[in-house]
């Protein structure tokens, strides 16, 4: 695995560095730190911070390459992600306000939505990642986040809940049992639904993860928000669906408002370019 961890300075770019550096120690990654300031005049300020970072990984026996740019810092980090390739970016993100439309800071929603590689913004205190949530559409599309999480969980000994949201049936079904209690019925189908989330857990568990599968009924980001609070998950795992319906969600605007509205660590992931249909067995690529 190689890791992108952008230090600009911030307190809240210090503590994703040492969420980045418990990750990079588990999974054995190489580490790129890439520290920006947005002019000349303030070129050296970044490098104490850039050192201050570096000797947590040679804490934990692992080299991180240091690199520094000057310019703006969104096209900085699109740059070095074009010019190299990276399984995951970490970045700290820094509370603006307490209300409207971006809560978080724009930049890091920005970042989030113009580079590649699937993005780790580390929000408040977050120590330690021990609780993981998977947001899944039940669909293909969030597989990748599926093997990436896989990953990082294993790498820190986390265990993992895999969350699928289904809106609230017509009035006409009001009467049908409730979702919860449906759960095992559903993984044991052979729906489309059903097909995907036990690839999913079946995936995560090969990997030798402790995995729940849970399904909430109502409005998604809701939903979501309950389950992140009820749960005390440390990172939350979210892609972009296809298309909605009653079995699936965009997760366009949902992702913008976990990345805005939670105060744990947050991973967001692009979709598969192309999702053929459901899976039956395990593929087990999810492997190292």
Avoid at 164 to 174: D, G, I, N, Q
Wanted: with cysteine; proline share 5%.
């Amino acid at each position: 695995m190689k890791i992108l961890i952008c230090i600009d300075g911030s307190e809240q770019a210090d503590r994703a560095a040492k969420l980045g550096a418990e990750i990079a120690a588990g999974c054995q990654a190489e580490v790129t730190l890439l520290g920006i300031s947005e002019s000349a005049a303030t070129s050296k300020t970044i490098v104490e911070p850039l050192q201050r970072a570096q000797s947590l990984f040679e804490d934990k026996k692992i080299h991180a390459e240091l690199i520094t740019k000057t310019g703006e810092p969104i096209e900085e980090i699109r740059r070095r992600t074009e010019e190299a390739h990276y399984d995951l970016v970490i970045i700290g993100a820094v509370r603006k306000e307490n209300r409207g439309p971006f809560w978080m800071s724009s930049k890091s929603y920005k970042i989030i939505k113009q580079i590649k590689p699937p993005v780790l913004s580390v929000a408040g205190k977050v120590a330690a990642i021990k609780r993981i949530l998977i947001c899944s559409g039940g669909k293909r599309y969030i597989d990748n986040a599926v093997h990436l999480s896989g990953q990082i969980a294993r790498a820190l000994g986390a265990t993992v809940t895999l969350l699928h949201v289904m809106p609230e049936p017509p009035a006409l079904y009001a009467r049908l049992p409730r979702i919860e209690e449906t759960a095992e019925w559903l993984l044991s189908s052979h729906s489309e639904l059903g097909l995907n989330l036990r690839y999913a857990r079946e995936c995560l568990e090969a990997l030798g993860l402790s995995v729940v599968v849970r399904l909430r009924q109502g409005p998604v980001l809701q939903e979501i928000l309950r389950e992140i609070h009820e749960g005390s998950e440390d990172l939350v795992v979210t892609g972009s669906a296809l298309s909605r319906s009653l079995r699936t969600y965009v997760l366009g605007d949902i992702s913008r408002e976990i990345v805005n509205r939670a105060t744990c660590a947050v991973l967001v992931v692009r979709a598969r370019r192309s999702c053929p249909g459901p899976h039956s067995p395990c593929e087990r690529r999810a492997g190292p």
